[in-house]
């Protein structure tokens, strides 16, 4: 994968609240991700995994609370686009390439020389040789794939991952394994909901447990990691 | 500038979609033509009633036709969720808004100078000396029409029974539009030396304020 170009970033989440209506998805959920962790968030559908990953992204507004991005002194940084973000939804345009995919993406970010950044990504993802067809005539793997890609493309200190390898046939799931090693090792923060225990919740340096929007179980204050991972797939 | 930079890439990206399929322009030509020829067998109008109602009836094809075009506006982007990626990607939301507004203007647009020929030979109105006018008119109406309908189209995207919703909000909304087009395109087909610039003027007052309301409250309306 891509040598690292970014500065080690964790992510601190302080006494999160998210409301739709009356229901709480998460209620004052707090929780301090160093930089360079690997975490795994499990716990049943509902349980609030996909709103705090959301919300780690931005993409959600927390009802009460605030997250931050912190460096490894853990201070608070300012950073405009800090996250990758790769969820089930591959999140890139059926009706374009994979190449016109990712410059769009790259233009869009602002990434200087975007043709020689989606050209090495495509490269990096094995999709070098299919960069001109359309998205929409790739196999489920082939389209996370480009989802990868369009998450690495601005180098992000973290990595989101919301059911990223759900669906994906087996040699799929190890590819994907291979890559989140790789971004593991390379010193990215990673945070991802998994279902089921695999090849890929087994990269976890940390397990965290949800249930019905708080944090019940982690590793991190002496919960088992395997029991943990066990909810994965509840 | 880095949302005029990401507005015409996010432009190119809604153009090249739309050209590579023609889904929208498609089906919004065929559904005005389909309109206008009803409504001609239908009244079988003369020259005089063609000029004195025929700027209702088209604009009144336009509308329904927008309100076609612009249901897939959002909706396509939740089929894949590249919506989120783009609020990810973008610095300033309200890119994304400009970026399809400018975009159902000019299918729109496109739209209506395809049929005006078809419209000015079925009922027989004159169409030539007014072009100009009739061009500017149409720009008018549709960049208000695309406004509205683009910000409802957010907004009905992310609702339960969203097909029929964006029908509902959107029409009454653009009554306003629909009567200050069509009496201006009325005086134009009529052959008045006199351009309605109280219409015109009412439809870029429209347009100038519907788009500073969705500068100020569009990031609210991509929210989860």
Request: with cysteine; aromatic share 8%; charged share 20%.
């Given at each position: 994968?891509?040598?690292?170009?970014?500065?080690?970033?964790?992510?601190?989440?302080?006494?999160?609240?998210?409301?739709?209506?009356?229901?709480?998805?998460?209620?004052?959920?707090?929780?301090?991700?160093?930089?360079?962790?690997?975490?795994?968030?499990?716990?049943?559908?509902?349980?609030?995994?996909?709103?705090?990953?959301?919300?780690?992204?931005?993409?959600?507004?927390?009802?009460?609370?605030?997250?931050?991005?912190?460096?490894?002194?853990?201070?608070?940084?300012?950073?405009?686009?800090?996250?990758?973000?790769?969820?089930?939804?591959?999140?890139?345009?059926?009706?374009?390439?994979?190449?016109?995919?990712?410059?769009?993406?790259?233009?869009?970010?602002?990434i200087a020389e975007p043709a020689e950044r989606a050209a090495?990504?495509?490269?990096?993802?094995?999709?070098?040789?299919?960069?001109?067809?359309?998205?929409?005539?790739?196999?489920?793997?082939?389209?996370?794939?480009?989802?990868?890609?369009?998450?690495?493309?601005?180098?992000?200190?973290?990595?989101?991952?919301?059911?990223?390898?759900?669906?994906?046939?087996?040699?799929?799931?190890?590819?994907?394994?291979?890559?989140?090693?790789?971004?593991?090792?390379?010193?990215?923060?990673?945070?991802?909901?998994?279902?089921?225990?695999?090849?890929?919740?087994?990269?976890?340096?940390?397990?965290?447990?949800?249930?019905?929007?708080?944090?019940?179980?982690?590793?991190?204050?002496?919960?088992?990691?395997?029991?943990?991972?066990?909810?994965?797939?509840? | 500038?880095?949302?005029?930079?990401?507005?015409?890439?996010?432009?190119?990206?809604?153009?090249?979609?739309?050209?590579?399929?023609?889904?929208?322009?498609?089906?919004?030509?065929?559904?005005?033509?389909?309109?206008?020829?009803?409504?001609?067998?239908?009244?079988?109008?003369?020259?005089?009633?063609?000029?004195?109602?025929?700027?209702?009836?088209?604009?009144?094809?336009?509308?329904?036709?927008?309100?076609?075009?612009?249901?897939?506006?959002?909706?396509?982007?939740?089929?894949?969720?590249?919506?989120?990626?783009?609020?990810?990607?973008?610095?300033?939301?309200?890119?994304?808004?400009?970026?399809?507004?400018?975009?159902?203007?000019?299918?729109?647009?496109?739209?209506?100078?395809?049929?005006?020929?078809?419209?000015?030979?079925?009922?027989?109105?004159?169409?030539?000396?007014?072009?100009?006018?009739?061009?500017?008119?149409?720009?008018?109406?549709?960049?208000?029409?695309?406004?509205?309908?683009?910000?409802?189209?957010?907004?009905?995207?992310?609702?339960?029974?969203?097909?029929?919703?964006?029908?509902?909000?959107?029409?009454?909304?653009?009554?306003?539009?629909?009567?200050?087009?069509?009496?201006?395109?009325?005086?134009?087909?009529?052959?008045?030396?006199?351009?309605?610039?109280?219409?015109?003027?009412?439809?870029?007052?429209?347009?100038?304020?519907?788009?500073?309301?969705?500068?100020?409250?569009?990031?609210?309306?991509?929210?989860?």
């Amino acid at each position: 994968m891509t040598p690292p170009s970014f500065s080690p970033t964790g992510i601190r989440f302080e006494n999160i609240d998210k409301r739709y209506g009356g229901l709480y998805a998460l209620r004052r959920v707090s929780l301090e991700i160093a930089a360079g962790e690997c975490v795994v968030f499990a716990g049943r559908n509902g349980s609030g995994k996909t709103t705090l990953l959301r919300i780690a992204a931005r993409l959600a507004r927390p009802s009460g609370g605030s997250v931050s991005f912190v460096n490894s002194r853990a201070e608070k940084v300012e950073t405009l686009l800090p996250a990758g973000f790769v969820a089930h939804a591959t999140m890139v345009y059926d009706e374009l390439t994979a190449e016109e995919n990712l410059l769009l993406f790259a233009r869009l970010q602002g990434i200087a020389e975007p043709a020689e950044r989606a050209a090495k990504l495509l490269r990096e993802v094995g999709l070098e040789e299919r960069r001109k067809s359309l998205v929409r005539t790739f196999s489920r793997g082939m389209r996370q794939r480009v989802a990868i890609a369009r998450a690495l493309l601005n180098q992000p200190a973290v990595l989101l991952l919301d059911e990223p390898a759900t669906g994906l046939d087996p040699q799929g799931v190890n590819w994907f394994a291979e890559t989140i090693r790789g971004l593991r090792d390379s010193g990215r923060t990673i945070l991802m909901s998994l279902h089921g225990e695999s090849e890929v919740s087994n990269l976890a340096t940390r397990a965290i447990q949800l249930d019905s929007g708080s944090v019940v179980a982690d590793t991190r204050t002496g919960a088992n990691f395997r029991s943990i991972l066990s909810f994965a797939g509840a | 500038m880095a949302l005029l930079s990401n507005t015409a890439v996010l432009l190119g990206k809604e153009l090249r979609t739309e050209f590579r399929s023609r889904e929208l322009l498609t089906t919004t030509t065929v559904f005005v033509l389909i309109v206008i020829v009803l409504f001609s067998f239908s009244f079988d109008p003369t020259s005089a009633e063609s000029r004195r109602f025929g700027a209702g009836l088209l604009w009144l094809a336009f509308l329904f036709a927008a309100s076609l075009m612009l249901q897939p506006c959002f909706l396509r982007e939740q089929t894949s969720d590249t919506l989120s990626a783009l609020r990810l990607s973008v610095s300033d939301p309200f890119a994304i808004f400009l970026a399809k507004l400018v975009a159902n203007t000019l299918f729109l647009l496109l739209t209506e100078l395809m049929l005006l020929p078809v419209f000015a030979v079925m009922y027989n109105v004159p169409v030539l000396a007014t072009l100009h006018w009739l061009i500017l008119v149409f720009f008018l109406g549709s960049l208000g029409v695309s406004i509205a309908g683009t910000a409802l189209s957010a907004i009905s995207a992310q609702a339960r029974m969203r097909e029929l919703l964006l029908p509902l909000l959107l029409l009454p909304l653009l009554t306003p539009i629909l009567v200050a087009s069509t009496e201006v395109t009325a005086a134009l087909f009529g052959g008045s030396p006199y351009v309605q610039w109280k219409g015109l003027g009412f439809l870029a007052v429209f347009d100038v304020a519907f788009l500073t309301t969705l500068w100020l409250l569009g990031e609210y309306l991509l929210e989860e």
